[in-house]
């Protein structure tokens, strides 16, 4: 997930890491074991910390499969894995006027509000003129 939101191809990380891209897919797929120095250099290219990738919204243990993700699944990081919710964000990431920031946040929580309470608003994909990807 930390790759996408960055925008940065499996590619482009294998090339980064001294790895072939399917070798990058097994490692997000969790087919194949990663060792210390590689998910250090995995952070480093992603800008994060190695306790990034150990991070979970719930207390339940991990497991040699990975944490159950049928059930408890937070929402926010279930749209983050959507091409919509990755769209959004990086769309959101290039305004960089906060008061601007903070007016979308307020429109979008009140677009939410109305709907939660049943008013249908006016607006369909077919009023937006530029796509979401853009």
């Not at 070798?23 to 087919?31: A, C, M, T």
């Not at 960089?96 to 946040?105: F, K, P, Q």
């Not at 979008?108 to 369909?124: D, F, N, P």
Request: aromatic fraction near 6%; glycine fraction near 6%.
């Amino acid at each position: 997930m930390r790759r996408q939101l960055l925008g940065m191809s499996q590619e482009r990380l294998a090339e980064q890491i001294g790895v072939t891209f399917q070798q990058v897919q097994k490692y997000e797929k969790g087919i194949n074991r990663i060792g210390a120095s590689r998910l250090q250099r995995i952070a480093d290219v992603l800008h994060t910390s190695v306790s990034f990738f150990f991070e979970q919204e719930n207390s339940e243990p991990l497991t040699l499969q990975g944490p159950d993700l049928s059930a408890n699944t937070d929402p926010v990081a279930e749209f983050l894995r959507t091409k919509e919710g990755l769209a959004l964000n990086r769309a959101f990431l290039k305004i960089a006027d906060r008061n601007i920031r903070e007016t979308v946040i307020a429109l979008v929580k009140a677009m939410a509000q109305a709907e939660s309470r049943g008013v249908t608003l006016g607006a369909s994909v077919a009023d937006i003129t530029l796509p979401l990807g853009e």
